[in-house]
T-cell receptor, first 111, second 113 residues
Framework: QKEVEQDPGPLSVPEGAIVSLNCTYS??????FMWYRQYSRKGPELLMY????GNKEDGRFTAQVDKSSKYISLFIRDSQPSDSATYLC???????????FGTGTRLQVFP | DGGITQSPKYLFRKEGQNVTLSCEQN?????MYWYRQDPGQGLRLIYY???????QKGDIAEGYSVSREKKESFPLTVTSAQKNPTAFYLC????????????FGPGTRLTVL
């Protein structure tokens, strides 16, 4: 079993839809949770960063962490074609250099 | 304009050849990382360095080598010992106190012919 599981998609939605992207993980020691967005043939860019449980909102994006279920989510409201990308979840333990990445979910938002 | 640059963008190599991928950052970050990205496998850590003249192996270091002679630079050499080198290679950097907040370069796509 992989430490971090993420559905590869593709997830195809119409413009304006609410998108839900998810990751599950097996190690309860993870404390830091990140979402990266990666456009085709580009490097990932950090989108959201959350420590421990709870929600964090930034514009149209909301990151949610449920440590009891070992489940994290990224919600995108009013999705735009420019949101079409691969979304990678990542997580880490306390005081470590190592990020554990999910495989990424490819999102397509069509006009 | 701060950031991370990687060169070349595309690289072709014949089997049995060593190649070196360049990574430079002007973010004044102490920590730098190399990842490999393959379809369906996410990012896997090859090597990382927290300080000049020091580096550690990641999860898949076999067949790779690095050096860290300058804070700004962290080149990766893909040696002929790497059995499946065709992949997308990503360099990242962070401040040492926040290794979970990494900034990535644009990547180098290496293809072995």
């Amino acid at each position: 079993q992989k430490e971090v599981e993420q559905d590869p998609g593709p997830l195809s939605v119409p413009e304006g839809a609410i998108v839900s992207l998810n990751c599950t993980y097996s190690n309860s020691a993870f404390q830091y949770f990140m979402w990266y967005r990666q456009y085709s043939r580009k490097g990932p860019e950090l989108l959201m960063y959350t420590y421990s449980s709870g929600n964090k909102e930034d514009g149209r994006f909301t990151a949610q962490v449920d440590k009891s279920s070992k489940y994290i989510s990224l919600f995108i409201r009013d999705s735009q074609p420019s949101d079409s990308a691969t979304y990678l979840c990542a997580m880490s333990y306390d005081n470590t250099d190592k990020l554990i990445f999910g495989t990424g979910t490819r999102l397509q938002v069509f006009p | 304009d701060g950031g991370i640059t990687q060169s070349p963008k595309y690289l072709f190599r014949k089997e049995g050849q060593n190649v070196t991928l360049s990574c430079e950052q002007n973010l004044n970050h102490d920590a730098m990382y190399w990842y490999r990205q393959d379809p369906g496998q996410g990012l896997r850590l090859i090597y990382y360095s927290q300080i000049v003249n020091d580096f550690q192996k990641g999860d898949i270091a076999e067949g790779y080598s690095v050096s860290r002679e300058k804070k700004e630079s962290f080149p990766l050499t893909v040696t002929s010992a790497q059995k499946n080198p065709t992949a997308f290679y990503l360099c990242a950097s962070s401040i040492v106190s926040s290794p979970d907040t990494q900034y990535f370069g644009p990547g180098t796509r290496l293809t072995v012919l």
